[in-house]
């Protein structure tokens, strides 16, 4: 709910901007869900932490939907410089429970990234790649350096037959949550 929230917030900040220039919203991901599903013709609960629903091809649950010939599509996301990933899954996918990661996964804890490394070596590369963000200083456990490789996580996933890459993105801005309640 949160991400539909803040997509709909930043739609009225770009309509406000730009006037006459519309948002319209496509496609939207979940992960971190349970779901009941069919599989090898038993109904199952499939638990996603950390992952999203990943149907190939002409999979049963498609049928009828804009995605029945192509797949479900996949949302990676990967890291600000490295970008995130557009995916499609493979009839590999079933040894997954039709799942894929949602994420490159952490490389470094929060704490540990937090306490060790550089804020401004990590301001200094999202300038380099040309990333804008809404942070005066970018939060280190946030930071691309507290992930794991994004190539390699794809590397990882095509090479393991779940699922093939289709478009890769890059960022432009970034935005994080400035509310310090959490801490």
């Given amino acids: 709910m949160n991400h539909l ?6 739609a009225e900040a770009f ?8 948002a319209r919203f496509v496609y939207f991901v979940s992960h971190n869900f349970v779901r009941r599903e069919i599989l090898d013709g038993a109904p199952v609960y499939v638990h996603r932490k950390g ?8 999979h049963f649950a498609l049928k009828d939907t804009p995605f029945a010939t192509t797949g479900h599509p996949i949302l990676l996301p990967g890291n600000p410089t490295q970008g995130s ?9 079933k040894a997954s429970c039709y799942s894929i990661n949602h994420g490159a996964g952490r490389a470094l804890g929060r704490r540990e ?7 401004k070596q990590i301001d200094a590369e999202l300038a380099d790649a040309d990333v804008l963000t809404n942070c005066r200083q970018y939060p280190k ?16 996933v095509e090479e393991a037959g779940l699922a093939r890459e289709v478009a890769r993105l890059k960022a432009v801005f970034v935005i994080k949550d400035a509310d310090k309640a959490d801490d």
């Fill in 113 to 119: 990234a937090v306490r060790t490394l550089d804020q």
């Fill in 141 to 156: 456990d946030e930071a691309p350096a507290a992930y794991k490789d994004f190539n390699e996580v794809l590397r990882s």
């Fill in 51 to 58: 992952a999203t629903r990943a149907y190939p091809a002409n």
């Fill in 5 to 10: 929230v803040i997509n709909s917030l930043v």
């Fill in 15 to 22: 309509a406000e901007v730009l006037p006459g220039v519309a």
């Fill in 85 to 93: 990933s557009v995916m499609v899954a493979l009839d590999g996918a």
